[in-house]
């Protein structure tokens, strides 16, 4: 599904464009999220584990965008993609198809300017025009600034999923959020 398109300003006055990210920018996708593995611990993902080509990601832009079940939102400073949020549904199956499930990604030097509050609430707001009534998401249980982002935006911690993660010497839990959409 293409999500709204408008113009964000961030706390620091840079003004970036809201929008679903097009097969064109398949590599500024990539590109984002192999640096934001690298300079975050808090991705579930190793920037090594990103293996997917160029025609991949376009491929999957386009499916994004013809979908009626996911969505992609992507915020450009001009041409760079500095975050990006993507939601889809959290089971197939009928007697789960109201929840969805939420991921976002921001660069580390975007941190703290209103861009995960942003895309955020512009997630949980196109899944409730898609017809979803929950959003649910996963965070590690170390990214305090997230969880705090979160229950900010109205999410309630409803689990903790022990051993979620591993890392370098060890394994961090995964918080499970969840909050009404209607």
Known sequence: ?????????????????LRSPRAEDGEAVLRHLRRVAA???FTAFLPEELTGTLREEQAFLKRQL???????LGCFVGDRLIGLGGLGPAASNRKCRHRAEMGVTIRRRW???????????QL?????????????LQVMEDNQRAI??????G????????????????????????????
Do not use: I, N
């Open 1 to 17: 599904m293409k999500g709204e398109e408008r113009e964000v300003v961030l706390r620091d006055g840079t003004r970036c464009l």
């Open 39 to 41: 300079e975050s611990p």
């Open 66 to 72: 013809t979908s009626t079940d996911r969505l992609m």
């Open 111 to 121: 941190w703290g300017l209103g861009l995960g509050r942003t895309l955020v609430e």
């Open 124 to 136: 949980c707001r196109e899944a409730g025009h898609m017809g979803y009534e929950r959003m649910e």
């Open 148 to 153: 705090a982002l979160y229950e900010g935006r």
């Open 155 to 182: 999410f309630v911690r409803c689990g903790l999923l022990p051993d979620a993660y591993r890392t370098d010497g060890g394994s961090q839990a995964a918080v499970l959020m969840s909050k009404a959409l209607v």
